[in-house]
């Protein structure tokens, strides 16, 4: 019962946070301002890890970037590609940083999953991927993403 409190206060955490980066995304610019495509692996079993590369595309130029990062109450496997849109960034500096995410997926074989992601500097990332593997994902996901 406990663990069952715990996971549903984590659940809560993470819908505030997205409500949060939902309205603070609604002060800046209601179109992307860039776009990212990422290529990551995710492994878990309970506490997930991922990890990948990606390229952004803004004012003309293609800047690359690692992402790695955790995630709570994830089983399997998946190789990702995602694809998604940039909003609130003012410069290439601002992707970079540690991100908070609300996920909710589920991929058997080759499905689709979104997912929407925060920095501290504001910059909301909405991704669309699409997943190889059988992978179940819910709950409150962290990335740090960096420069290369």
Do not use: C
């Amino acid at each position: 019962m406990r663990k069952h409190r715990m996971f549903v206060s984590l659940v809560m955490a993470g819908i505030l946070l997205f409500v949060v980066a939902a309205a603070k995304a609604e002060e800046g610019p209601i179109y992307p301002i860039g776009e990212v495509t990422i290529e990551a692996k995710q492994l878990a079993a309970g506490v997930g890890y991922s990890w990948g590369d990606g390229v952004m595309k803004f004012q003309g130029k293609e800047y690359r970037f690692t992402v790695q990062g955790l995630n709570v109450a994830a089983v399997g496997f998946a190789k990702i590609h995602a694809v998604g849109d940039v909003y609130n960034l003012k410069t290439a500096a601002d992707l970079a940083g540690k991100y908070v995410a609300v996920s909710a997926g589920l991929s058997l074989a080759k499905g689709v999953a979104g997912l929407s992601m925060r920095n501290d500097k504001g910059v909301v990332i909405n991704l669309r991927s699409a997943q190889q593997g059988v992978q179940l994902n819910l709950g409150v996901d962290g990335f740090n993403l960096k420069m290369k």
